[in-house]
């Protein structure tokens, strides 16, 4: 059904024993405009696709109903994975990858529906107009009513094959996303944090809501971030408790322009306009040509046609609305929140978070804050504070953001053209609609690099950095990303300076004429899979696969690790059970690095010995490999450190 591509080679040979050679240390990357993900055919169900070091293991389409709607985030309890969908969340079973089943795909229309979950409790995001308290389809087509929902919607999932829809609770700017906050120190409730990026509700629809005043107003929605606080005990009782002011002091933050392909792309719609008699004006902001949009257009001919007594506009009527769509468009662009509070430099009221990600074992969350990266403390869950912000002219749109393990870095990631654009053509700049990832020094982050995937996608490609999480590979930090239909990217950030993809899968657009939403929304690693929610199709379920940039120690050793439950937006202290995958997986990490080749191939043939030994014969076979840690020690002290650790760790207790 699938038109495959040549993969890597994979070095089995080299992997397949423990006392074997670590691959050789990667070759330099390849140039994008040679990448072999370029130009696939494309295709909804039957486009060309390109794996590099992954396979992948099931294609779940999406159920009837949800097919065809929007696929967003994703979350996982247990066996199963709560995929996100605009129609409502949709239930899978994946304790066998390679046959997702579908457990139920439940109706509860709203937009982005992305979930989280917290043992017994799902919560899903609800901020388009559409939603509706009932959950039931429809809408409300009141400009003013207690029946829509824009807020964070609480299940009960003790039975997931019937979520009992217990709280809904309504916020001042609904819900475009949301951050579950599990506090160290309060085990009686859970928290969250809510990012909700359209226009502030009318007091009307929603008591408290003052979107009319000024955000240095202590009574202001504007620039706050709101905060949920769900009792355990009684979960429908849950209720906004603060409104956080993490915006005070920011200024506006810099913007680039167009890009190269940008500006072809604009020539031609330009020229096809004129060419059809569109209608065309100049940008107030820019002060360049641009397509003036239908919305603006079609009320100005309608009002005309009315005024001469007819039901549809003619040519006079376009002729006459001609001089009349500039002012329209400078009302339009004055309408709209300015780059700044009244050419202050202030940052813009109508501000506001992306996505949060809290890293509860550190009291530390990243916000991704439109014009903003954030550094906050969340040492108390009601009250965060900020440590240290950062701006960059390459970032269009600060949308996520991802720890390192140890806290030492954080990656964050730029969705520029929103995720609808196609943003990784040849004309677009490496570093623009890319991560940025910096060190935290002191508690302030320090600027190291920029990652954007090394291919070239086609204009008919939303394509742009989007979610993903860290793979629990030890000793290194790699990353999965989505990257809409980029597809998803797995690249190493251990040195910041230098991030390097290692693996890839990839698939032709949906449609080879027209851009058509597609691709990975969200992409994260849980208990050995890489699950991936495709917008248009369904969700993708793939494995690593061992290469010159992973050996197949450290695919095991990464697979020891289990979790319970995962929301990556709650970003999980990753800790290793004792194991054998563990320490040779550290022991091919020294080889790759070019450590001293005897001390490794002694350390292989101790830790061989001690595999196969029991009790004190194995302590005393440990023993020695621990002694042998230290010769690799010259090369590389810290993860010869690691090596010890993990192998004083397999060591059985003295009786």
């Given at each position: 059904?699938?038109?495959?591509?040549?993969?890597?080679?994979?070095?089995?040979?080299?992997?397949?024993?423990?006392?074997?050679?670590?691959?050789?240390?990667?070759?330099?990357?390849?140039?994008?405009?040679a990448?072999?993900?370029?130009?696939?055919?494309?295709?909804?169900?039957?486009?060309?696709?390109?794996?590099?070091?992954?396979?992948?293991?099931?294609?779940?389409?999406?159920?009837?109903?949800?097919?065809?709607?929007?696929?967003s985030?994703?979350?996982?309890?247990?066996?199963?994975?709560?995929?996100?969908?605009?129609?409502?969340?949709?239930?899978?079973?994946?304790?066998?990858?390679?046959?997702?089943?579908?457990?139920?795909?439940?109706?509860?229309?709203?937009?982005?529906?992305?979930?989280?979950?917290?043992?017994?409790?799902?919560?899903?995001?609800?901020?388009?107009?559409?939603g509706?308290?009932?959950?039931?389809?429809?809408?409300?087509?009141?400009?003013?009513?207690?029946?829509?929902?824009?807020?964070?919607?609480?299940?009960?999932?003790?039975?997931?094959?019937?979520?009992?829809?217990?709280?809904?609770?309504?916020?001042?700017?609904?819900?475009?996303?949301?951050t579950?906050?599990?506090?160290?120190?309060?085990?009686?409730?859970?928290?969250?944090?809510?990012?909700?990026?359209?226009?502030?509700?009318?007091?009307?629809?929603?008591?408290?809501?003052?979107?009319?005043?000024?955000?240095?107003?202590?009574?202001?929605?504007?620039?706050r971030?709101?905060?949920i606080?769900v009792?355990?005990?009684?979960?429908?009782?849950?209720?906004?408790?603060?409104?956080?002011?993490?915006?005070?002091?920011?200024?506006?933050?810099?913007?680039?322009?167009?890009?190269?392909?940008?500006?072809?792309?604009?020539?031609?719609?330009?020229?096809?306009?004129?060419?059809?008699?569109?209608?065309?004006?100049?940008?107030?902001?820019?002060?360049?040509?641009?397509?003036?949009?239908?919305q603006?257009?079609?009320?100005?001919?309608?009002?005309?046609?009315?005024?001469?007594?007819?039901?549809?506009?003619?040519?006079?009527?376009?002729a006459a609305?001609?001089?009349?769509?500039?002012?329209?468009?400078?009302?339009?662009?004055?309408?709209?929140a300015?780059?700044?509070?009244?050419?202050?430099?202030?940052?813009?009221?109508?501000?506001?978070?992306?996505?949060?990600?809290?890293?509860?074992?550190?009291?530390?969350?990243?916000?991704?804050?439109?014009?903003?990266?954030?550094?906050l403390?969340?040492?108390?869950?009601?009250?965060?504070?900020?440590?240290?912000?950062?701006?960059?002219?390459?970032?269009?749109?600060?949308?996520?953001?991802?720890?390192?393990?140890?806290?030492?870095?954080?990656?964050?990631?730029?969705?520029?053209?929103?995720?609808?654009?196609?943003?990784?053509?040849?004309?677009?700049?490496?570093?623009?609609?890319?991560?940025?990832?910096?060190?935290?020094?002191?508690?302030?982050?320090?600027?190291?690099?920029?990652?954007?995937?090394?291919?070239?996608?086609?204009s008919?490609?939303?394509c742009?950095?989007?979610?993903?999480?860290?793979?629990?590979?030890?000793?290194?930090?790699?990353?999965?990303?989505?990257?809409?239909?980029?597809?998803?990217?797995?690249?190493?950030?251990?040195?910041?300076?230098a991030?390097?993809?290692?693996?890839?899968?990839?698939?032709?657009?949906?449609?080879s004429?027209?851009?058509?939403?597609?691709?990975?929304?969200?992409?994260?690693?849980?208990?050995?899979?890489?699950?991936?929610s495709?917008?248009?199709?369904?969700?993708?379920?793939?494995?690593?696969?061992?290469?010159?940039?992973?050996?197949?120690?450290?695919?095991?050793?990464?697979?020891?690790?289990?979790?319970?439950?995962?929301?990556?937006?709650?970003?999980?202290?990753?800790?290793?059970?004792?194991?054998?995958?563990?320490?040779?997986?550290?022991?091919?990490?020294?080889?790759?690095?070019?450590?001293?080749?005897?001390a490794?191939?002694?350390?292989?043939?101790?830790?061989?010995a001690?595999?196969?030994?029991?009790?004190?014969?194995?302590?005393?076979?440990?023993?020695?490999?621990?002694a042998?840690?230290?010769?690799?020690?010259?090369?590389?002290?810290?993860?010869?450190?690691?090596?010890?650790?993990?192998?004083?760790?397999?060591?059985?207790?003295a009786?």
């Open positions: 059904m699938y038109e495959s591509f040549s993969r890597r080679a994979l070095m089995a040979a080299t992997l397949a024993g423990l006392a074997a050679c670590a691959p050789a240390k990667p070759s330099t990357a390849p140039s994008p405009a990448d072999p993900r370029n130009n696939l055919k494309a295709g909804l169900f039957d486009a060309a696709e390109y794996t590099s070091n992954l396979k992948v293991v099931s294609k779940a389409v999406s159920p009837k109903g949800f097919l065809g709607i929007t696929n985030d994703l979350a996982f309890t247990g066996k199963y994975v709560i995929q996100g969908n605009y129609n409502g969340p949709v239930v899978w079973d994946i304790s066998n990858p390679a046959k997702p089943e579908l457990v139920v795909a439940y109706e509860c229309p709203a937009s982005q529906n992305d979930v989280s979950v917290y043992k017994n409790l799902m919560f899903m995001s609800a901020e388009a107009q559409n509706r308290i009932d959950c039931k389809p429809g809408g409300v087509r009141e400009a003013v009513s207690k029946e829509r929902m824009r807020g964070v919607r609480i299940f009960d999932i003790s039975n997931i094959k019937e979520p009992k829809l217990v709280a809904n609770v309504q916020t001042c700017r609904g819900s475009h996303t949301h579950v906050l599990e506090d160290p120190k309060d085990r009686a409730n859970v928290y969250i944090y809510v990012s909700g990026s359209s226009g502030i509700r009318s007091s009307a629809e929603l008591e408290g809501c003052a979107g009319d005043v000024a955000s240095n107003d202590p009574n202001s929605s504007r620039l971030i709101e905060i606080k009792p355990l005990a009684d979960p429908s009782k849950a209720a906004v408790v603060g409104r956080a002011a993490i915006f005070t002091g920011l200024t506006e933050n810099p913007r680039h322009g167009l890009s190269d392909a940008d500006k072809a792309e604009q020539v031609a719609q330009l020229a096809r306009a004129r060419a059809a008699g569109g209608f065309i004006a100049k940008n107030p902001q820019s002060g360049l040509d641009q397509v003036v949009p239908p603006l257009v079609r009320p100005l001919l309608d009002s005309l046609a009315r005024a001469r007594g007819a039901s549809a506009p003619n040519a006079a009527d376009s609305a001609r001089p009349l769509v500039q002012a329209a468009l400078n009302r339009m662009f004055g309408q709209a300015g780059p700044s509070a009244a050419g202050t430099g202030a940052i813009s009221e109508r501000s506001q978070c992306h996505d949060i990600t809290v890293y509860p074992a550190l009291g530390l969350a990243g916000g991704a804050c439109e014009g903003h990266g954030l550094l403390d969340i040492s108390n869950p009601v009250n965060p504070v900020r440590l240290d912000a950062v701006a960059d002219s390459n970032f269009a749109y600060w949308h996520s953001a991802t720890f390192s393990n140890d806290g030492s870095k954080i990656l964050f990631s730029d969705e520029w053209g929103g995720g609808g654009a196609p943003k990784c053509r040849a004309g677009d700049k490496p570093e623009w609609g890319a991560n940025a990832i910096f060190e935290i020094v002191n508690k302030k982050m320090v600027f190291k690099s920029y990652y954007k995937i090394p291919t070239y996608q086609s008919n490609e939303n742009v950095a989007h979610n993903g999480s860290l793979i629990p590979i030890p000793g290194r930090d790699v990353m999965v990303q989505a990257w809409y239909q980029g597809g998803i990217s797995v690249f190493d950030w251990t040195d910041p300076t991030p390097k993809e290692i693996a890839s899968f990839d698939r032709g657009p949906v449609d004429t027209r851009m058509v939403s597609g691709g990975s929304w969200s992409v994260y690693w849980y208990n050995g899979s890489i699950v991936s495709e917008i248009a199709r369904g969700m993708d379920v793939a494995e690593l696969v061992p290469s010159q940039y992973l050996s197949q120690n450290e695919i095991d050793a990464a697979n020891t690790v289990k979790w319970s439950e995962l929301n990556a937006q709650g970003q999980p202290k990753i800790s290793w059970p004792p194991s054998f995958a563990l320490a040779k997986a550290y022991t091919d990490q020294l080889e790759r690095k070019g450590c001293a080749a005897g490794v191939s002694t350390l292989r043939a101790q830790i061989g001690a595999e196969k030994a029991n009790g004190a014969a194995r302590n005393t076979a440990l023993t020695a490999a621990v042998a840690a230290e010769g690799a020690k010259g090369c590389d002290a810290p993860k010869s450190d690691l090596l010890k650790q993990a192998l004083q760790s397999l060591m059985a207790p009786m």
